[in-house]
């Protein structure tokens, strides 16, 4: 691994259902974010970890979850996935909390239908 | 809230100039940043501007006025690669990034 990487790259999923995407960095950042980015309206923030351990909201929290237990991992889970959430979601992490470059991974594009 | 605002779109001729302005409002202000962004990848970092002024860096530079609330990013002898979405973000202080929409920017040959 080197940077951040993102899982799945793609998905298509049944409204209702339950979908958790993966984020992993190995560059030992203590920050860590989720984006949504919907054409229009840029990149938006999810949620944010500012060490591992915690959590905070962003701007658009409503109707995803996240959990930050280690240093590496960040998952995103959407408990009941609604056609709204149709977007692609970019994961992202930076050394210092809000000061420092953050470096984006892939991103996964997923679909609601 | 904050409100973050630059043009949608610009297009110019290869080896020109291109300017792109963002101007914000924020509750706070702690950096600017530009990233560019190409179709269906990751933003990647351009340059951080945290005092008023130019940063230069290659063939771009970024300028920032905190009294005026205003940056902007001087793309100068524009090749066909330069074709890409520009986002200005600001760290308003509380630990997170702004994002303004982007600038979605086509050189043409």
């Known amino acids: 691994i080197a940077g951040i990487t993102q899982a799945p790259t793609s998905q298509i999923l049944a409204a209702g259902r339950r979908m958790t995407l993966r984020c992993t960095q190995d560059?030992?950042?203590?920050?860590m974010y989720w984006y949504r980015q919907d054409l229009g309206l840029g990149l938006r923030l999810i949620h944010y970890?500012?060490?591992?351990?915690?959590?905070g909201k962003g701007e658009v929290p409503d109707g995803y979850s996240v959990s930050r237990a280690n240093t590496d991992d960040f998952p995103l889970t959407l408990a009941s996935a609604v056609p709204s959430q149709t977007s692609v979601y970019f994961c992202?992490?930076?050394?210092?909390?809000?000061?420092?470059?953050?470096?984006f991974g892939p991103g996964t594009r997923l679909t609601v239908l | 809230g904050q409100n973050i605002d630059q043009p949608t779109e610009m297009t110019a001729t290869e080896g020109a100039i291109v300017q792109i302005n963002c101007t914000y409002q924020?509750?706070?202000?702690?950096?600017l940043f530009w990233y560019q962004q190409h179709a269906g990848e990751a933003p990647t970092f351009l340059s951080y501007n945290v005092l008023d002024g130019l940063e230069e860096k290659g063939r771009f530079s970024s300028f920032l006025s905190r009294s005026k609330g205003y940056s902007y990013l001087l793309l100068k002898e524009l090749q066909m690669k330069d074709s890409a979405s520009y986002l200005c973000?600001?760290?308003?202080?509380?630990?997170?990034?702004?994002f303004g929409a982007g600038t979605t920017v086509t050189v043409r040959a």
């Open positions: 560059m030992r950042h203590n920050a």
């Open positions: 970890s500012n060490t591992a351990g915690t959590t």
């Open positions: 973000a600001v760290n308003n202080g509380d630990y997170k990034l702004s």
């Open positions: 992202a992490s930076s050394d210092s909390v809000g000061g420092g470059e953050q470096f």
């Open positions: 924020t509750s706070g202000f702690n950096g």
